[in-house]
């Protein structure tokens, strides 16, 4: 069974830092990843994802995410944080095709807080 | 804005009453799943519909239930509510057509208070 740890619940964060939220997920199987952010009052939107190809993934606004499968991680990073940044990050994996979908499982969320 | 309309957008209501959730997928999405979001349990995913057939069932409690109509618009029913119920109810919807996986794409959420 798939399942996803976040290990930092809140990463505070001055402007144009960098930073990593950190993503690690249990499967079996081959895996398929996603990033999504949820600013406040707001609906999810994804980030990035990996399903196949090169490790190094690039997503929206300047942030790009490493897969690796060796240490079943799969860490978000932004060499360089905006006030605009703040929101909730949450880490999903996807692997096995249940009744013909695959149905992500979501990490509990890591609150970045971007102080200026 | 994703494209994936929720209605309504709060909901208030009290104990042992039914309510229903409403969802509008983007256009061309044949898929919608529902979510619920509480401090306690995280992201949690309740029932997949595709193209008006249940595909896949989450967390769901018996007392909830949903359906897919013809014009692929959605509705969650939840009913005999408990305070536990309190949470955030996202939908999203997918075109879904095997792999790999699709985006899916989140509504904007309908906040439920029972109180």
């Known amino acids: 069974a798939q399942s996803v740890t976040q290990l930092d619940s809140q990463v505070p964060v001055f402007e144009e830092a960098p930073v990593e939220l950190r993503c690690n997920y249990s499967s079996s199987v081959s895996v398929y990843l996603f990033w999504y952010v949820q600013y406040p009052n707001q609906g999810l939107q994804l980030l990035l994802k990996y399903l196949s190809g090169s490790t190094l993934v690039k997503g929206i606004n300047g942030f790009e995410a490493e897969f690796n499968k060796s240490q079943t991680s799969f860490h978000l990073r932004k060499p360089s944080v905006h006030i605009s940044d703040t929101a909730e990050y949450f880490c999903a994996v996807t692997d096995g095709y249940t009744g013909g979908s695959y149905i992500p499982t979501f990490g509990r969320g890591t609150s970045l807080i971007v102080h200026p | 804005d994703s494209g994936v309309t929720q209605t309504p957008k709060h909901l208030i209501t009290a104990t042992g009453q039914r309510v229903t959730l409403r969802c509008s997928p983007r256009s061309g999405d044949l898929s919608v799943y529902w979510y619920q979001q509480s401090l306690d349990q995280g992201l949690q995913f309740l029932i997949q519909y595709y193209n008006g057939e249940e595909r896949a069932k989450g967390n769901i409690l018996e007392r909830f239930s949903a359906q897919q109509f013809p014009d692929l618009h959605s509705e969650l029913n939840l009913s005999s509510l408990e305070l536990g119920d309190s949470a955030l109810y996202f939908c999203?919807?997918?075109?879904?057509?095997?792999?790999?996986?699709?985006?899916?794409?989140f509504g904007p959420g309908t906040r439920l208070t029972v109180t």
């Open positions: 999203a919807s997918s075109v879904d057509q095997g792999l790999p996986p699709s985006e899916q794409y």
